[in-house]
């Protein structure tokens, strides 16, 4: 079994800084692909950042120059660092992998999700 758990959340003012985590553990062979997706009330979940297959990154345009996404991909770690918050930022972020099990194929995980709140 494969989980992806995230941590790092929280209640954060206009213009402050989160950092997100994100680990999988389990029967894991190799991973990725991680990224981070996030869902706000009444709308889709969308792209926030990942990385490619290549191991590029893929940033979506509202949160370019302002977030930054890292990782390990031997340690099956993934990281995002957010900056200069906007409201327009609060939603669950969900951390995503493409993972490879042993004794079996790749499939995509998701994390639980963290919720992400910027108010003043």
């Known amino acids: 079994q494969v989980q992806l758990v995230e941590s790092g959340g929280g209640l954060v003012q206009p213009g402050g800084s989160l950092r997100l985590s994100c680990a999988a553990s389990?029967?894991?062979?190799?991973?990725?692909?991680m990224g981070w997706y996030r869902q706000a009330p009444g709308k889709e979940r969308e792209l926030v950042a990942a990385?490619?297959?290549?191991?590029?990154?893929n940033y979506a345009d509202s949160v370019k120059g302002r977030f930054t996404i890292s990782g390990d991909n031997v340690k099956h770690t993934v990281y995002l660092q957010m900056n200069s918050l906007k409201a327009e930022d609060t939603a669950v972020y969900y951390c995503?992998?493409?993972?490879?099990?042993?004794?079996?194929?790749?499939?995509?995980?998701w994390g639980q999700g963290t919720q992400v709140t910027v108010s003043s």
């Open positions: 995503n992998a493409r993972i490879l099990r042993r004794g079996s194929g790749w499939a995509n995980y």
């Open positions: 389990g029967s894991i062979v190799s991973s990725n692909a």
């Open positions: 990385f490619t297959s290549g191991l590029r990154t």
